[in-house]
């Protein structure tokens, strides 16, 4: 694999996000100010965390916040940031609260744009062909809008193309299949490890999978029906006995 220099779905993120910060009596355009940094700061922690439970390999964030077409009065008590909506890194909104005596409540938006570190093809690929590790490359994208990436390149070894891909597109979760590891009526090798005892015989499959996919096997020795566990090309481990 080839490593050049180096989403996005925006579910479930927290909503609620509380910033205390005390601010003196100063010109409101110093509070507006103070205060779309502090949602800059808000927002950007939320996309970082994102960012990092989906598995993006250095991740760089762009961030404007839009200012309130008003200046925002001064607020000499404590300040919450509420994330409203977080779908898309490209609309994001925020209610802002001064928890003051007379305190205000505004609405407040920021765009952001995310550049990380994704698989793409190295090379072309043709429509089922299993992708190797020569076949694939990590490139810095814009994920903004791309919720189907894969950022570790090792996901997506052995699976294979949709469609034909071209070198230097973006592997996407859509565009690529499972590999078909065993067929029906492929004989297959039925492995029971158990503490490091190892027991194999062979099978039948009468079904076809991929890597991790259940399938039902027919031991040939005993004519008994199992659901195998594809473990790789031609091989199956027992999960439990079917009725035949």
Known sequence: MHRKSHSFSMNNVAGLLAVLLCLPAAAQADTTAQIVRQVDAAARQQLEQQAERMGLVDPRITLTVQPPSKPLPPCAGR??????????????????????????TRKMQARARIVA?????????????????????????????????????????????????????????????????VKRGDEVHIVARNQGIEVQVSGETLDSGGMGDLVRVRNLSSGTVLRARVTGAGEVEPVSRTAQ
């Open 79 to 104: 300040i919450e940031i509420e994330a409203q909506e977080m779908k898309s890194p490209s609309h994001l909104r925020y209610t802002v609260r001064c928890a003051d005596d007379g305190g205000w």
């Open 117 to 181: 570190d994704v698989v793409v093809a190295a090379t072309d690929i043709a429509a089922g062909h299993p992708i190797g590790d020569a076949d694939i490359e990590v490139d810095a994208r814009d994920v903004t809008a791309v919720a189907d990436f894969f950022a570790d390149p090792a996901d997506v070894i052995g699976m294979t193309g949709r469609r034909p891909l071209k070198a230097g597109d973006l592997l996407r979760k859509r565009l690529l299949a499972t590999a078909v590891l």
